[in-house]
């Protein structure tokens, strides 16, 4: 299948805890990278004052991770999906960005590359360090497209495990 849905973890110099994301491809070309993260107002402080806001849940922001797939060390895992379900992951980004003006639907013949609109603000679902995370938010989007992610779930919570099992 030319299609993949791609669960990504690198660690950096930014903070202890790293980063998780997801990447859809169409023929090894990405589509789409995306992850979760706390605003930048949230994390403000720095520090220890930076990391205290991130437990507090507040909206999040989903950003364009395509910078991040060059990143050194980081860690992926790919699973093969058909067009349908690569799709279906490319509308949950869009509906959680709440910068596109609507999904485009499954039967669409919209090219992949035009489904995610990188240049726009993106918004994003609820962000909070314990449990609504990059790596909770990256497996959402790896189980819209059918994908079991139970093996994770059980026992990954933050990048740095994620890394382990990838």
Known sequence: MPWQVVLCAYKNDDTPLGHAF???????????????SPSAKKL?????????????PAQGVVWNERPSLALPGIKKR???????????????????????????TDDSNTPAASLIKQDEDPGGP???LLVANCVVYALDLVATAG????????????????MGAL
């Open 126 to 128: 609820t962000y909070q």
């Open 44 to 56: 403000s402080g720095g520090g220890v004052m930076g990391l205290l806001g991130a437990m507090i």
């Open 78 to 104: 790919a699973w093969d999906v058909d067009e349908n379900d690569a799709v279906k992951v490319l509308n949950k980004i869009n509906a959680d960005r709440r910068s596109f003006s609507g999904p485009v």
């Open 22 to 36: 997801v990447a859809v491809t169409c023929n090894g070309v990405t589509s789409a990278a995306a992850g979760l």
């Open 147 to 162: 994908i079991d992610v139970s093996v994770f779930r059980r026992s990954i919570s933050s990048p740095a495990q994620l």
